[in-house]
């Protein structure tokens, strides 16, 4: 995720007030081992679990922030409401997904496989879930009974995907885990802030652990039993103690800026991959590159639109 988002927190939260600096960290972070995971980090070891456990997390956060838009969706029509989730969640990361994706058509050219969205799947699942979302609160205006339907969703979909036969079915993945974010939204935030912080310190360490833990080694029923601990206890710990928090800090919000560029770029990475280039250090640098250039792009036109509107606004007055 998402963020996951994943990536979609940054395009959510675009003013400084509602920015939280740590969620912004965590993003960053989980992104690095995602990269990491598919060998297009410039250090390789026998470190970190599976990529794919971080996606949870993302999909967790996403949920979490769709709480506000679902509420506000109650009193839209639903295409109004698909149009703004077009606006407010994918527009925003157009670039990165397209050259993502053409780069996932190119390689599948190259190939004689398929695959469109690539690394990029979690994409077409959140968007699809997303409208699920928006068409059920529609007709379950009441809280109490939306929450009680997507908290059996949530069930369903955790035995079916852990304990069933659907455990790669990224559909299944996003279905459990982004009901647990929206849950967790509907909560009230804890008002003390020293029980925050005492319940996140070990939320962090346990995420830095279970993650850092190269699972392959040990047999607990695959990859599940810890991947269940990270998505149903300690990843929604995690953002739902930290939320209750503010911490605001501009180097680890500009660093979560970069998460979903850092994803969508392995795309272009891998196709480069498939032709034959297998420098590693190249690869991240050029992903790297890519995301900090996308970035800076949207800042500038941020800024310039900002200027304009001032200037506008002033000839008007």
Known sequence: MTDTEIAIYSQVSNTKKSRNGLIDLYRFLLSLVVVKSHSLFILNGPYFGPGRACVEFFFVLSGYLFWSFLNKSKDRSIKESIIQLHKTRFIPLAIPLCIGVVSNLIESIATEKLNMWGYLWYIEVMFIEMIVLILLRKFIKDDKKFILTITVIMLV??????????????????????????????????????ISILCLIPAAIGCFTMVCFEWSNVDWFGYRIPELILDVVLYPALIYFTFCLEFKSRLFSYLGSLSFGLYAFQCLADMLRTFGVSNVRFLFGLILFATIIEDGGKRLYRYMRKKHLSTVQSTES
């Open 157 to 194: 979909t955790l035995i079916l995907k852990f304990f069933g036969p659907f455990y790669t079915w990224g559909f299944f993945r996003g279905a459990s885990s982004i009901p647990i974010g929206i849950i967790l939204a509907s909560l009230p935030k804890v008002k003390k802030k020293w």
